[in-house]
């Protein structure tokens, strides 16, 4: 499957920005998709998880309550809407998809096919 990462920006803090994941080569139902994100000078960490299958999902703490992660199924589409953006937030973002029956979904090793990257910063 292949995944494209879009919608990063600038923006300010306190604004909102919506990333979308385009699958291709293989439908959601069948996986679930990771938000990750890398920041400059620290390792990649997960951000949020949907499963294709049943749309339950999962978020790092430092985001719970100000992003949420769903699904398109009908248009192979992951997102990632994104709200009361902070500083802390500034990073390339990331799109992972893997087995749905993942155990750890903040692991980088539970996924296997990853898109490109889209940068957000946010400052003022």
């Known amino acids: 499957v292949q995944l494209q990462a879009s919608g990063g920006g600038l923006v300010q803090p306190g604004g909102s920005l919506r990333l979308a994941c385009a699958a291709s080569g293989g439908t959601l139902d069948y996986y679930a998709i990771g938000w990750f994100r890398q920041a400059p000078g620290k390792e990649r960490e997960g951000v949020s998880r949907i499963r294709g299958s049943n749309g339950r999902t999962n978020y790092a703490d430092s985001v719970k309550g100000r992003f949420t992660i769903s699904s398109d199924n009908a248009k192979n589409t992951v997102y990632l809407e994104m709200r009361s953006l902070k500083p802390e937030d500034t990073a390339v973002y990331y799109c992972?998809?893997?087995?749905?029956?993942?155990?750890?979904?903040?692991?980088?090793?539970?996924?296997?096919?990853w898109g490109q990257g889209t940068l957000v910063t946010v400052s003022s």
């Open positions: 992972a998809a893997g087995g749905a029956g993942m155990v750890h979904w903040d692991l980088e090793s539970e996924y296997d096919y």
